[in-house]
Nanobody, 114 residues
Framework: VQLVESGGGLVQPGGSLRLSCAASGFTFSRYHMYWYRQAPGKERDLVAHITTTGGSTDYADSVTGRFTISRDNAKNTVYLQMNSLKPDDTAVYYC????????WGQGTQVTVSS
């Protein structure tokens, strides 16, 4: 089983990034998918969630209107489009797959700084 995040990097405030999480080794379409983030010295927080079909999503208040989670079950991939980025969005971003089992990726660093 693998969840591999990519797409992180350094971006200026107001910029955009698109994170991807490629899944393998399990039946991706049966799993709810999540994005979390953890800033230095802070707890890991839920950012966004998407149901198995992509028919329903929900977001942390701090990212609502700026971030969009989506998935492509044919490609076994979940995405997080992040717009209007702020310095407070700086963190390591993790994807998680949850159903009968629970899997986590290794994380990708997002740094928002001028």
């Amino acid at each position: 089983v693998q969840l591999v995040e990519s797409g992180g990097g350094l971006v200026q405030p107001g910029g955009s990034l698109r994170l991807s999480c490629a899944a393998s080794g399990f039946t991706f379409s049966r799993y709810h998918m999540y994005w979390y983030r953890q800033a230095p010295g802070k707890e890991r927080d839920l950012v966004a969630h998407i149901t198995t079909t992509g028919g329903s999503t929900d977001y942390a208040d701090s990212v609502t209107g700026r971030f969009t989670i989506s998935r492509d079950n044919a490609k076994n991939t979940v995405y997080l489009q992040m717009n209007s980025l702020k310095p407070d969005d700086t963190a390591v971003y993790y994807c998680r797959a949850a159903s009968v089992r629970d899997y986590w990726g290794q994380g990708t660093q997002v740094t928002v700084s001028s």
